[in-house]
C-alpha cells in the first residue's frame, strides 16, 4: 500500500503511531509491524520523521511484506484515541500573520488589502498545543474576545539555513491542520500576537500528517462553528507561497526536522464579523482540509 497518512494514537493506554490505510478506515501500528517483521522503527513520530528517506523506506517494506502475509491487522480508526502527530514538542511553533488578502481586508477593517512585503512571523508556545477532541479554555479571567484561526500546516522533515525558494520543497515532510486560537483582547492590549495566541491550549493540531508527495496542489480549507460555515479559503490566495516562507523564515536561522510552520488564516475568523462572533462556552470548532481531514475541537 501507499503511504500517504501518519498518525499518533493511543490504543488500551498505550502510545504509538501508524499508517491509515488507504480506505481512511483502519490504522496500521508501527509497533505492531516492527515485531512482526523485524524491521527497526522508532518509538515516537518526532523520531521517524528525522529518518527521512530512510524510514518511509523500511515502513513501506514493512507495509509490503504485510500486504502478502495479513500478519498485521489494520485497527479500526474509530476505536483508537487520535492524538496531535507530534507530541513531544520543545519548539514553538512558527506562524504567519495576514497570508491571505481577504482576511486583512476583514481584520484591519479596510476595503482593499495592502499586502505586506515581506511576511508577519511569530510563534505560539509549545505548551499551547493540543489533541483533536480535547477542550479549548476560554480562560475567562483572562479574556473574554477568544477567536479560531483554521490554517494549514507545514511540517518540516530535515533541518537546514539559508535554504532557497527553488530547494524548499524539499524540506517539507507533509502538512496538518491547526487551530491558531487567539485572543484578541490580549492581542490588541499587548500590541503584539504572542501572548495572545500562546494561552494553554490554543494550538489544537492534527488529526495526521499527510505526506508532501500525497498532497494536492493547493488545499481548500473550510472552518465550521456549531455547524455554520464561517471560513472557506483555498491555499491558492496565499499572499506568500509555503517555499517563499521557508525562504524567509530559514534566512540566517537554523529549521529543524519537526518544526511545524503554520500559513496563515483565510477570511471569515470571528472578528471579522459585524459583531464579532466569538467563541463561547459549549461551541464545536470544525476545521477541514482534505484530503487532511477534520480538526474538531469544543470550547469550555
Avoid at 491487522?73 to 507530534?86: D, F, G, M, Q
Avoid at 479549548?136 to 500546516?153: C, F, M, P, Q
Avoid at 500559513?263 to 463561547?280: D, E, Q, W
Wanted: charged fraction near 25%.
Amino acid at each position: 500500500m501507499e503511504i500517504k497518512k501518519l498518525v499518533t494514537f493511543e490504543d488500551a493506554g498505550f502510545e504509538q503511531w501508524g499508517v491509515i490505510s488507504e480506505d481512511g478506515a483502519g490504522v496500521y501500528s508501527a509497533v505492531s509491524l516492527e515485531e512482526a517483521f523485524f524491521t527497526p522503527l522508532p518509538e515516537t513520530l518526532e523520531e521517524f520523521i528525522n529518518q527521512g528517506t530512510e524510514g518511509l523506506l523500511a515502513l513501506a517494506d514493512s507495509l509490503e511484506a504485510n500486504e502478502k502475509t495479513g500478519a498485521v491487522p489494520a485497527n479500526p480508526l474509530h476505536t483508537v484515541h487520535i492524538l496531535t502527530p507530534l507530541r513531544n514538542r520543545t519548539r514553538n511553533i512558527l506562524c504567519v500573520g495576514k497570508n491571505y488578502g481577504e482576511h486583512i481586508i476583514e481584520f484591519d477593517k479596510t476595503t482593499e488589502a495592502e499586502a505586506p512585503d515581506y511576511p508577519i512571523f511569530f510563534t505560539k508556545a509549545a505548551t499551547s498545543v493540543i489533541r483533536p477532541e480535547d477542550t479549548i479554555n476560554l480562560h475567562e479571567r483572562v479574556t473574554s474576545e477568544v477567536d479560531y484561526e483554521g490554517e494549514l500546516a507545514v511540517i518540516l522533515g530535515k533541518s537546514g539555513a539559508d535554504i532557497s525558494e527553488s530547494e524548499a520543497m524539499d524540506y517539507v515532510y507533509g502538512f496538518t491542520i491547526l487551530n491558531d486560537v487567539t485572543a484578541r483582547d490580549l492581542q490588541r492590549n499587548h500590541k503584539q500576537w504572542f501572548h495572545g495566541k500562546s494561552l494553554d491550549t490554543f494550538c489544537p493540531i492534527g488529526p495526521c500528517i499527510l505526506l508532501r508527495d500525497a498532497a494536492p496542489a493547493t488545499f481548500d480549507i473550510v472552518t465550521k462553528v456549531n455547524g455554520e460555515i464561517r471560513q472557506d479559503g483555498n491555499t491558492g490566495e496565499f499572499i506568500f507561497s509555503v517555499p517563499r516562507l521557508i525562504t524567509e523564515l530559514s534566512k540566517g536561522s537554523t529549521l529543524l526536522a519537526g518544526d511545524i510552520i503554520a500559513t496563515g488564516t483565510p477570511a471569515g475568523v470571528g472578528i471579522g464579523f459585524n459583531p464579532p462572533k466569538y467563541l463561547k462556552s459549549g461551541d464545536i470548532v470544525e476545521i477541514s482540509i482534505p484530503p487532511i481531514g477534520t480538526l474538531s475541537n469544543t470550547v469550555k
